[in-house]
């Protein structure tokens, strides 16, 4: 079974930086493309940030740009996401999501999805 | 950056009605790369449909996609009471992903 926990949200002061995680389990990990996407409160949804297998390819979202990076560790089943400069705009639940459209380095569409973590940015 | 824009933003129907969601996007989509989700509250999204009318492992023949170019539709054949929930389509395989911002299907 396919199982994405995300952890590492929590309360920040604006201009802060958090560390999101998450962790991959029932599959191989390095053989999938992961994304992140966020959903403020009563909103809807927003892709983030891409990264390819290898993690040599990266696409980010025009607001998270410069602020948001996101990486992997394939040896620890990882996916993380260090945010700077956090604004209150930036609260939401975090979620990583698996890609499953294969056959390109581009982003995908998404089979599995974390319960998410939530953010909240707020002084 | 493509921009999906959903209608309605609300639709009241009755269990064992249609349900017909439309997802119109600012310029073509190419190959098809139109997915949908349903989101019930406190959840994660599920994926119902990609490449426009494939529906995911799993998602019952009530969950039709279909359309392409600018416009997709995605039709719930009859409303089961599980199928209340949020409706969002995405536009993927660019690198810039976008999402629509949703059609509620609430009991009427």
């Known amino acids: 079974e396919v199982q994405l926990v995300e952890s590492g949200g929590g309360l920040v002061q604006p201009g802060g930086s958090l560390r999101l995680s998450c962790a991959a389990s029932g599959f191989t990990f390095s053989d999938y493309e992961m994304n992140w996407v966020r959903q403020a409160p009563g909103k809807g949804l927003e892709w983030l940030s891409y990264?390819?297998?290898?993690?040599?390819?990266?696409y980010s979202a025009d607001s998270v740009r410069g602020r948001f990076t996101i990486s992997r560790d394939n040896a620890k089943n990882s996916l993380y996401l260090i945010m700077n400069s956090l604004r209150v705009e930036d609260t939401a639940v975090y979620y990583c999501a698996r890609d499953v459209f294969k056959g390109s380095s581009l982003p995908g569409y998404f089979k599995d999805w974390g319960q998410g973590a939530l953010v909240t940015v707020s002084s | 950056e493509i921009v999906l824009t959903q209608s309605p933003g609300t639709l009241s129907l009755s269990p064992g009605e249609r349900a017909t969601l439309s997802c119109r996007a600012s310029q073509s989509v190419s190959s098809s790369y139109l997915a949908w989700y349903q989101q019930k509250p406190g959840q994660a999204p599920r994926l119902l449909i990609y490449?426009?009318?494939s529906r995911a492992t799993g998602i019952p023949d009530r969950f039709i996609g279909s359309g392409s170019g600018t416009d997709f539709t995605l039709t719930v054949s009859r409303l089961e009471p599980e199928d209340f929930a949020v409706y969002f389509c995405?536009?993927?395989?660019?690198?810039?992903?976008?999402f629509g911002g949703g059609t509620k299907v609430e009991i009427k």
């Open positions: 995405q536009h993927y395989g660019s690198s810039l992903v976008t």
């Open positions: 490449g426009a009318s």
């Open positions: 990264i390819s297998t290898g993690g040599g390819t990266i």
